[in-house]
């Protein structure tokens, strides 16, 4: 199963943009790379994901390298409400009844006021 | 507003005691899932459904038991045989069974402790 790596934590202050890394250099051609954030008790958030080009939503960027062994989320300017545990996880493209999710230990992100 | 409804939010075990976890979903979600998160880990798969009357083991299936008899609900039972139940349970569903470029949409899970 592909596996991704993460930082344990990351520190940023409030309206500063936030780049937070992942590693992914088993991918395969089909995975897509989605992330996840988790507040506190709560369950995950989905934020962002994609294949080969970057991709922008209201809430986040995602910049994929060019060999896909790696992507980093952007958090344009961050919030004291963008703290949480960011997850960046691989999935299969294609239909199987043996695929799954891998879900690490994630990047838990403080926000400084 | 569409989305998943896990209850209760709390809930405690008494030794040798079947517990049943709820979740809802109105989204017309076809796949739905549970997941169990540990303290300082990421979510492990317990069980999963692609349609109704049909469901998969996931990683750590032992102790555990779903149904699926309709498209909107998916309860999880941890049953006596599961010695370490105390954690955060997650259900989620999608749109088609881990679709690649489809998220999962989570509850906001059922804490599980033992009495």
């Known amino acids: 199963d592909a596996k991704t790596t993460q930082p344990n934590s990351m520190e940023s202050n409030e309206e500063e943009p936030v780049h937070l890394p992942c590693n992914h250099s088993?991918?395969?051609?089909?995975?897509?790379i989605h992330w996840y954030r988790q507040l506190p008790s709560q369950g995950p958030e989905y934020v962002i994901h994609?294949?080969?080009?970057?991709v922008n939503n209201r809430m986040a960027s995602l910049a994929i390298a060019e060999d896909r062994k790696s992507s980093t989320l952007i958090l344009h300017r961050a919030t004291l409400r963008d703290a949480a545990v960011y997850y960046c996880?691989?999935?299969?493209?294609?239909?199987?009844?043996?695929?799954?999710?891998?879900w690490g230990l994630g990047t838990s992100l403080a926000v400084n006021p | 507003d569409g989305g998943i409804t896990q209850s209760p939010k709390y809930l405690f075990r008494k030794e040798g005691q079947n517990v049943t976890l709820s979740c809802e979903q109105n989204?017309?979600?076809?796949?739905m899932y549970w997941y169990r998160q540990d303290p300082g880990q990421g979510l492990r798969l317990i069980y999963y459904?692609?349609?109704?009357?049909?469901?998969q083991k996931g990683d750590i299936a032992e102790g555990y038991s779903v149904s699926r008899e309709k498209k909107e609900s998916f309860p999880l039972t941890v049953t006596s045989a599961q010695k370490n139940p105390t954690a955060f349970y997650l259900c989620?569903?999608?749109?088609?069974?881990?679709?690649?470029?489809?998220?999962?949409?989570f509850g906001d899970g059922t804490r599980l402790s033992i009495l």
């Open positions: 989620a569903s999608s749109i088609a069974q881990f679709g690649g470029n489809q998220p999962q949409h």
């Open positions: 989204l017309n979600h076809d796949a």
């Open positions: 459904s692609q349609i109704v009357n049909d469901f």
């Open positions: 088993t991918i395969s051609g089909t995975d897509y």
């Open positions: 994609g294949l080969t080009s970057n």
């Open positions: 996880i691989l999935t299969l493209n294609n239909a199987g009844n043996n695929r799954k999710l891998i």
